[in-house]
């Protein structure tokens, strides 16, 4: 052996020594393969070796070589092996935290729940079905012709500035928001011929300033029966049954006087207030009556331009207010609750009615 290759063999070893060392104090993926490059990389120190051999003695070289790259050899498989095992580590400590917990309970979804004037109509829609009304729906754009002619309000009259009517902007000037459902009175009639039997739930505006007990939107029921023989007091039975569905058995229905157009007689109509018995109490302003809507029996005109023979039938007609029933069922106090679109309001409903 000559000088130059002792000189190798110690270089060799030295350089494992340093090198094994180094790769036992590796303890992550990013470490090895900085360990892998400044041993075995293009310019590590092995390969700076066996590009030194070459200024070897011709016989010394291939010893050298061998040498050289049996560390090589050795050092590769040793980075290999520290490499798989962190690797399996570094696979199992992301499993373990990504593991999912199949036993824990699921976040709740919030679901949607039915706004509460639609609840209330579909209330009124089935109790109307036990007593034979059918619902039916209108356009809430309306002409005037069904809003009010039909309705046996002239134009002109100055009935018509009881409803303060929102117009709308269209080529005819006779467009506009139904101040109230009875258009489908006529709508109805002109369709089929008696018996009629129906229930008109929807919206209705009027051009009107907003307070706790005015909204420009607000929705009616309007009901409608025409036959042989109807008199006031069906009308009063009718809503006398409609008030104890709603609000207990005991209700008992005021009329009292009051006008519209198309009735003749026509009435207004109250229910007794069901939180004091009608004894007198802060939600009926001490009168024992809550006031409900307009009613009456249908008047001989719109009876007439719709087709139908006055002599041979009678109808009653009323009006009410929808979210008047929630408020006086709920002790609601703000009629703009119900447009106001705050979940706080409508969710109390959601868990009240189911
Ligand atoms: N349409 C009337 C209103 O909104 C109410 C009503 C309906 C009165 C039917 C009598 C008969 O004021």
């Known amino acids: 052996m000559t000088h130059a290759t002792h000189a190798l063999s110690d270089e060799i070893t030295t350089l494992r020594d340093a090198a094994v060392t180094a790769l036992a104090t590796v303890e992550s993926l990013d470490k090895a393969i900085a360990w892998e490059r400044a041993y075995l990389g293009p310019k590590g120190r092995v390969t700076s070796l066996l590009r030194g051999l070459s200024g070897l003695a011709a016989e010394d070289r291939p010893q050298a070589g061998r040498d050289t790259q049996a560390l090589r050899a050795e050092l590769a498989e040793r980075f290999e092996a520290v490499r798989e095992r962190l690797a399996v580590a570094a696979r199992q400590r992301h499993l373990a935290e990504d593991a999912i917990d199949v036993t824990l309970p ?3 979804v919030a679901i949607g729940a039915a706004h509460p004037v639609s609840r209330m109509i579909d209330e009124v829609i089935e109790i109307f079905a036990h007593l034979g009304f059918q619902a039916v729906f209108g356009p809430e754009v309306e002409t005037a012709r069904y809003n009010f002619d039909l309705l046996n309000i002239p134009a002109n009259h100055p009935a018509r500035d009881v409803w303060d009517t929102i117009i709308v902007e269209s080529e005819r000037d006779d467009v506009v928001l139904r101040t109230h459902t009875s258009p489908m009175q006529a709508r109805t009639m002109e369709r089929i011929q008696p018996p ?19 909204e420009w939107m607000f929705t009616q029921l309007e009901g409608l029966a025409v036959d042989e023989h109807i008199t006031l007091a069906d009308l009063k039975g009718v809503l006398q049954e409609m008030a104890r569905q709603l609000f207990g058995p005991r209700r008992r229905v005021r009329f009292r006087c009051d006008f519209f157009p198309f009735v003749e007689p026509g ?8 939180i004091c018995e009608g004894a007198g109490c802060r939600v009926c302003k001490q009168s024992g009556w809550l006031e409900m809507g307009g009613a009456g029996m249908v008047h001989p005109n719109v009876l007439r331009v719709v087709g139908y023979d006055p002599a041979r039938y009678t109808g009653f007609a009323f009006g009410l207010g929808i979210e008047r029933i929630i408020m006086m069922k709920y002790g609601v106090d703000d009629l703009r609750a119900f447009a106001g679109n705050d979940l706080r309001f409508l969710r109390q409903f959601a868990r009240a009615v189911v």
Do not use: K, L
């Open 106 to 108: 699921g976040r709740p």
């Open 196 to 214: 009629v039997r129906v229930i008109v739930p929807g919206r209705s505006y009027r051009y009107e300033a907003q307070d706790a007990s005015h």
């Open 267 to 274: 009435v207004d109509f109250a229910v007794d207030c069901a």
